[in-house]
Nanobody, 119 residues
């Protein structure tokens, strides 16, 4: 089992920045990729960014050029630097992870952290 714990959410004005962090514990050696989903009220859940153990990243079009995902494998931490935030970035952000035996299936989820961008 793997446990994921997020931190760093909060309230910020449009154009501001926030940095989310997620720490993994447990059987972290099983983790392949990590990433961030977000869920806004009345909107579909969106996969925001992912990063593999080798550092290959992918981003949703809605955040390209504004968000940066990074990872420290030794510490089992994944961060999401969010710049130029917009009100439409308001959502609960969840840290996720898959394993080498479940690639692409995000079987581990954190509890979520709220990000609110005021206009």
């Amino acid at each position: 089992q793997v446990q994921l714990v997020e931190s760093g959410g909060g309230l910020v004005q449009t154009g501001g920045s926030l940095r989310l962090s997620c720490g993994a514990s447990g059987r972290t050696f099983n983790i392949n990729a990590m990433g961030w989903y977000r869920q806004a009220p009345a909107k579909q859940r969106e996969l925001v960014a992912t990063i593999t153990r080798l550092g290959v990243t992918k981003y949703a079009d809605s955040v390209k050029g504004r968000f940066t995902i990074s990872r420290d494998n030794a510490k089992s931490i994944v961060d999401l630097q969010m710049n130029s935030l917009k009100p439409e970035d308001t959502a609960v952000y969840y840290c996720v992870a898959d394993t080498f035996s479940t690639i692409g299936d995000w079987i581990y989820w954190g509890q979520g952290t709220q990000v609110t961008v005021s206009s």
